[in-house]
């Protein structure tokens, strides 16, 4: 059984940083490509980021990109969300995401295991 547990959520100021973490358990970590997603009061659930089972592949929206940082550390079974310069609106609850295979792609239905939700709140 996949578990997921992110952590490292919290209140920042506009502009500042935070840092996500994101934990892989019950399974082999280097398996999965994995993910990001975010979802804000009343909105649906969108898509951050995403890397591939090795790290070696990237993929951000328009929205974060230049300002988050997605990674992974595979021998600690972790995965980062770095974020930077961050915005009123990018506050959201942040799910971590893993689908077994290479790589996969931004939508939430290519993902079978999720997280919980770690809250980011910015202020301005």
Do not use: H
């Amino acid at each position: 059984q996949v578990q997921l547990v992110e952590s490292g959520g919290g209140l920042v100021q506009a502009g500042g940083s935070l840092r996500l973490s994101c934990a892989l358990s019950g399974s082999t970590f280097i398996s999965f490509a994995m993910a990001w997603f975010r979802q804000a009061p009343g909105v649906e659930r969108e898509f951050v980021a995403k890397i591939n089972y090795d790290g070696g592949r990237t993929y951000y929206a328009d929205s974060v990109k230049g300002r988050f940082t997605i990674s992974r550390d595979n021998a600690k079974n972790t995965m980062y969300l770095q974020m930077n310069k961050l915005k009123p609106e990018d506050t959201a609850v942040y799910y971590c995401a893993a689908i077994r295979g290479y790589e996969a792609g931004p939508k939430e239905n290519e993902y079978d295991d999720w997280g919980q939700g770690t809250q980011v709140t910015v202020s301005s």
